[in-house]
């Protein structure tokens, strides 16, 4: 049971249509936006989404979901849960 509700409450999509419309949901809060940077604290950690032109169409409080347009360039999670490999890709290659 308690690890039903922790799937729940970890369900999470990004959509992102021709580098323009980006679709997020599982949002809690939009922590800071501009034109070129958007950090959002969504049920997986924060994101931050940058760009050019950015804007925030809709954030709907109900369904936590939040709807931006602009020149999307990058989407990235800022957590530790993914492990750092040591050394750049070459360094995989070389041992």
Excluded at 12 to 41: A, C, P, W
Excluded at 52 to 65: G, R
Excluded at 67 to 91: H, M, W
């Amino acid at each position: 049971m308690g690890e039903e509700k922790k799937s729940d409450r970890e369900h999470q999509n990004i959509i992102l249509k021709d580098r323009r419309k980006l679709l997020i949901t599982g949002v809690h809060n939009v922590e800071s936006f501009n034109e070129e940077s958007i950090v959002v604290d969504t049920q997986l950690g924060l994101v931050v989404v940058r760009g050019i032109d950015m804007h925030i169409n809709k954030l709907d409080v109900e369904s936590a979901a939040l709807d931006v347009e602009g020149e999307i360039g990058l989407i990235e999670y800022l957590d530790n849960t993914v492990p750092q490999r040591k050394g750049g890709f070459f360094s995989g290659l070389f041992k």
